[in-house]
């Protein structure tokens, strides 16, 4: 009973330990670690909404608490005859209103932080399939480089990779770098998401969606379609490893050279 207990406690606290692999782990309860500045903007938001709830429905209970005390029958047998209080009535309708501004502020500051138009350095085109991800980069040289990104089935998966996370290709994108985000899809709605990021869009047919994240911690992290998009939604995940923009350079060519039959075929094919 005890070992047990000990290994759930281990298991617990060891999502906090450091570790260059962002993703869900289990028993998780707070978000992922952020990695971009609008995550971290989000998380901000996310405790500072917690501590209102928790402001709030403590107040709430205290009041309840001692309306039961203070006016039960036998401390109280002939209750008052009260139906109204301008001063009080007045309070309740000003605190939440006041209240709601608290909360609209900084819910407008993040959505204005993670709409921007960023100047970007890099733009990655995201394209939704059943049920894979196809990706383009637009590199800086004008030059191009194209792939699509599979799931590793569970008999493919190498001691250490976790199932149904794992791509036979990531997404190699540079840390400190702006990077614009394009995402449209080719057959039905999927969306591309990755919690660490603070990013999660549709992907559409017919219509491209603009985002953009700025990935401040090198690492792999990982995302998924969050759109029910068919029988394999639920396999079609979203890698990215994060590097320094040296290793990225490296990646590039390499990358040139191993999609380089693939990229004519995917481009032509998208014409
Ligand atoms: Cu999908």
């Known amino acids: 009973m005890y ?18 692999t962002v993703g869900p782990v289990p028993w998780q309860l707070d978000l992922q ?30 009041l309840i608490a001692y309306v039961c005390i203070r006016f039960r029958r036998s401390a109280n047998p002939v209750p008052s005859k009260t139906t109204h209080n301008v001063l009080i009535e007045i309070i309740w309708t000003a605190v939440p209103a ?35 991800w196809s990706y383009e980069y637009d590199l800086p040289d004008q030059t191009k480089v194209a792939f699509d990104s599979y799931i590793i089935k569970d008999s493919d998966l190498k001691p250490g ?16 770098t702006n990077v614009r ?10 969306s591309w998401g990755v919690p660490a990021f603070g990013v999660k869009k549709d ?22 379609c969050y759109e029910l998009c068919g029988v394999n939604h639920g396999f079609m995940p979203i890698v990215v490893n994060a590097v320094s923009r040296e290793e990225f350079d490296e990646w590039v ?3 040139k050279v ?3 039959s693939l990229a004519p075929s995917i481009l032509l094919a998208r014409k």
Request: charged share 15%.
């Open 3 to 20: 070992k047990k207990l000990t290994s759930l406690i281990l298991i617990f606290f060891s999502q906090f330990a450091l570790s260059s």
């Open 33 to 62: 670690p952020a990695a971009t500045p609008v995550m971290e903007k989000f998380e901000q938001f996310h405790n500072y909404l917690l501590i209102m709830c928790f402001v709030i429905a403590g107040f709430v209970l205290l």
């Open 98 to 132: 006041l209240i709601l501004v608290a909360l609209i502020v900084p819910s407008i500051q993040s959505l204005k932080l993670a709409e921007q138009n960023v100047q970007a350095d890099l733009t990655l085109k995201v394209i939704g399939n059943q049920w894979y």
């Open 161 to 176: 990779q976790s199932r149904l996370h794992e791509v036979d290709n990531q997404v190699v994108l540079p840390v400190d």
């Open 181 to 190: 985000v394009l995402i449209t899809a080719r057959d039905v709605i999927h």
């Open 203 to 224: 992907a559409i047919p017919g219509r491209t969606n603009e985002t953009w994240m700025r990935i401040t911690k090198p690492g792999i992290y990982f995302g998924h």
């Open 253 to 255: 060519k390499s990358a």
């Open 258 to 260: 191993k999609f380089a």
